[in-house]
Structure formats: C-alpha cells, structure tokens
C-alpha cells in the first residue's frame, strides 16, 4: 500500500501533559524538533507526525474537546474520551529506547490500528485521541501505514504545563454532529464534482527524521 501513494506529508506534534491533563498540539515549522519528558512527575512534551489539530484531554474527567478546522471553519468538538477495547498483543518493539508492546483495534471492517505503548512510562495518554493502555502510546498505525503517529524524540527536562489549556474557539458540537456536517459536506463535494481530484483521504503520514 506503501509503494501506491506517490507523496508523504509530515507534520509535527508535541504532546504535553501533567497527570490526567493532556494538549496534543502543532509545532511551528521554526522552532527546533525537540521533546521533553519527565517520565517520574508524569510531565512529558513529545514531537509526532500528524494531520492538523488541537486535542486537550481530561482523563479523571473522561473529557476530551479537540478543535478542527472544516472546510475552512472551526468546530470545537466537545465530548468524552473515545472508548477503545484494546487487544494487546505479544509483539514488542524498540521506540527511543523504550521496550513497547501492541495492542491493536478493529473499527470496522475498513479500519483497523495497531499502537504500541510503553509501560515504562506509566500514563494511560497518547497522541491525539489515543489513550486507555497501561503505559504510554508512543506509536500509532492506521490500516497498515496508510497513517502513521510515531514519537520522534523524548527527553527529560521540566515542562512548561502552562500550554495545557482546552482551546476554546470554534462552533460547538458533539463527535456526532461534527460526523454528520462532514458526511454532508463531502457529499456535496462529490456532487459538484463527481470525478473527484487528488488528494483526499488516502494521504500517507510519516514521521520527520532529524
């Protein structure tokens, strides 16, 4: 699937949390590719490769509000933590020096993702919507790379959990109502114009080497 998609885009994140309290946001192209962590106070920054959007989590409070942009408005999507039943594998695997294992989660019968967290670092959080392993989530893979989240540094250096703010601007509403906006929208699209272009959905995710 790899070899059929002609292009990449890569994107940097960093993923910042204190305890429950989590932001998974975009980094500016100007600033360097560094992460933090300090895996003993649970404060840890990490960089990931990914598409563009904000996501804050509470996990004591079981809430997570992410903003996105959509056909060129905000939403502000307002909702709880996105439940997963995980099922974890025997399969483990090296990332930054950390020993991680996999678990992975059928959607539907079109998707299907494979993540691999570390008990090492003993938070149940992870990149964007991810969470609910005991251990950190330091990669994700979605229908056997056709999206990608890997962590691309990790170091131990103190926080700044001031950036831990749930962003606030943008329409508010639920998972389901965003869900159906965009059905409509994109079958709109599809209307006006049947033969569709590049791009879309297909778009491989990979991480940046540094």
């Not at 965003?178 to 991480?207: L, Q, S």
Request: hydrophobic fraction near 35%; include cysteine; proline fraction near 5%.
């Amino acid at each position: 699937m790899k070899d059929m998609i002609p292009e990449f885009n890569t994107s940097m994140f960093s993923l910042t949390f204190n305890g429950d309290e989590s932001i998974y946001q975009p980094q500016k192209e100007s600033e360097e590719s560094e992460v933090t962590s300090n895996s003993g106070g649970n404060q840890m920054q990490m960089r990931f490769g990914r598409e563009n959007r904000i996501v804050y989590k509470n996990l004591a409070l079981d809430t997570m509000i992410e903003s996105r942009e959509f056909m060129q408005k905000q939403f502000l999507i307002v909702g709880a933590t996105t439940p997963r039943k995980w099922k974890i594998g025997k399969n483990q695997k090296e990332i930054l020096g950390h020993k991680c294992m996999e678990a992975d989660f059928r959607l539907d019968s079109t998707t299907s993702m494979v993540v691999w967290f570390t008990p090492e670092i003993q938070v149940s959080n992870g990149p964007s919507d991810y969470q609910g392993l005991p251990g950190l989530i330091l990669g994700v893979d979605i229908n056997d790379g056709l999206r990608m989240i890997t962590a691309t540094e990790i170091k131990l250096a103190d926080v700044d959990t001031s950036v831990i703010i749930a962003p606030t601007k943008g329409k508010e509403v639920t998972s389901e109502e965003f869900e159906k906006i965009r059905k409509e929208k994109m079958k709109e699209m599809h209307m006006n114009n049947p033969g569709g272009g590049p791009g879309g959905p297909g778009t491989m995710i990979m991480i940046r080497h540094n």
